[in-house]
């Protein structure tokens, strides 16, 4: 679905998780995503960045997890060495910079806190797409 990882390895899916089309993903620094997982099209996820104070303009990296039923709308973008707990929303066109509380809904840039989702979550994703 033109998904684009950086590199191989370093990536765990948990079951009836979903990436949709045109996303990227960056696992050189280590990307776990747990179960009932939704990506949206589009969402970036990085693992690693430049030190700018670095004369040398050293590289680092931080591993992203995502824990079970987070729900990342499209064009998001998550940035190295974030956690987003079970059950958070991530809003379209956000920007997540520091990690997110379970349950929490989050958007903007930087993603702040709009409201909190409720805890009580069971679904298993059955997500099929129209056209294959």
């Given at each position: ?66 824990e079970d039923y ?63």
């Amino acid at each position: 679905m033109d998904c684009r990882f950086d590199c191989a390895g370093n990536f765990s899916l948990g079951n009836n998780s979903v990436i949709n089309g045109n996303c990227r993903i960056d696992p050189r620094g280590g990307v776990q995503i747990g179960s009932n997982v939704s990506v949206s099209d589009q969402v970036i996820i990085l693992t690693a960045d430049h030190d700018i104070q670095s004369k040398d303009f050293d590289g680092r990296k931080k591993e992203v997890v995502i824990e079970d039923y987070v729900w990342i709308g499209t064009r998001a973008m998550v940035l190295p060495g974030v956690r987003i707990g079970k059950g958070a929303v991530i809003a379209a066109g956000s920007v997540i910079t520091k990690d997110v509380e379970p349950f929490c809904v989050v958007g903007g840039v930087p993603g702040k806190v709009l409201k909190w989702r409720t805890d009580n979550l069971t679904y298993n994703l059955d997500y099929k797409r129209l056209f294959q």
